[in-house]
């Protein structure tokens, strides 16, 4: 089935310092998403992709949509104490009324030693 | 602003049991989709649903079936439970614009654990 590689799996790093992660995939998606997640909590939406290409920001978070449309990083300057969760891509394929499932990949733990 | 509503947000079962996942979906939204979350997994897509009609359906066991009521709320029934099944089940709703890509807004998921 379709699947996103996200990288790193895990990362430990020292407040201030800035955060990368990136998703590839074999499949093109319409739309990526990057999404956090707390403990016990559901994924909350941080970036939506549209265009192949695109560079989108959200204050601190920066997320570009690969020219293939089949990767996308996601950046954190600046990382303070409540960026630490667990990071989600996700890729969405289009379509119409519930048929826009999302495909996630593995997640990036981040850890931030204060 | 009204979140998507999950209940219970703990269910404890035992194996062969039954058990019945509550979905409220934010209001005016008229699609909801069922996530299953493994233990230091992704979500992964279960089913879901548009104006109450099943839309999509994903990596669903037989013995899981859910559906979307006249107001819009969602039950995911699952029979014949197996130790496999211990996750969390998130529930998302969106509002069909009619464009390529509806934001899904998630619920703060149920935690299933069978023992």
């Known amino acids: 089935g379709q699947q996103l590689n996200q990288s790193p799996q895990s990362m430990f790093i020292q407040e201030g310092e800035d955060v990368s992660m990136n998703c590839t995939s074999s499949?093109?998606?319409?739309?990526w998403l990057w999404y956090k997640q707390d403990p016990g909590e559901g994924p909350v939406l941080l970036i939506a992709?549209?265009?192949?290409?695109e560079l989108t920001s959200n204050g601190r978070l920066t997320a570009q949509f690969g020219i293939t449309r089949k990767d996308s990083f996601l950046n954190i300057s600046a990382s303070i104490p409540s960026d630490v969760g667990i990071y989600f891509c996700?890729?969405?394929?289009?379509?119409?009324?519930?048929?826009?499932?999302?495909?996630f990949g593995q997640g990036t733990r981040l850890t931030i030693n204060p | 602003a009204a979140g998507v509503i999950q209940s219970p947000r703990h269910l404890i079962k035992e194996k062969r049991e039954t058990a019945t996942l509550k979905c409220y979906p934010i209001?005016?939204?008229?699609?909801v989709y069922w996530y299953q979350q493994g233990p230091g997994q992704d979500p992964q897509f279960l089913i879901s649903?548009?104006?109450?009609?099943?839309?999509d359906k994903g990596s669903i066991p037989d013995r899981f079936s859910a559906q979307q009521f006249s107001d819009y709320h969602s039950e995911l029934n699952m029979s014949s439970l197996e130790l496999g099944d211990s996750a969390l089940y998130f529930c998302?709703?969106?509002?069909?614009?009619?464009?390529?890509?509806?934001?899904?807004?998630f619920g703060p998921g149920t935690r299933l654990t069978v023992l």
């Open positions: 209001p005016r939204h008229d699609t």
């Open positions: 499949s093109i998606f319409n739309t």
């Open positions: 992709l549209y265009k192949a290409g």
């Open positions: 998302a709703s969106s509002y069909d614009r009619g464009r390529v890509y509806n934001e899904q807004f």
């Open positions: 649903f548009y104006e109450k009609m099943q839309s």
């Open positions: 996700a890729g969405q394929f289009g379509g119409i009324q519930g048929a826009q499932k999302l495909v």
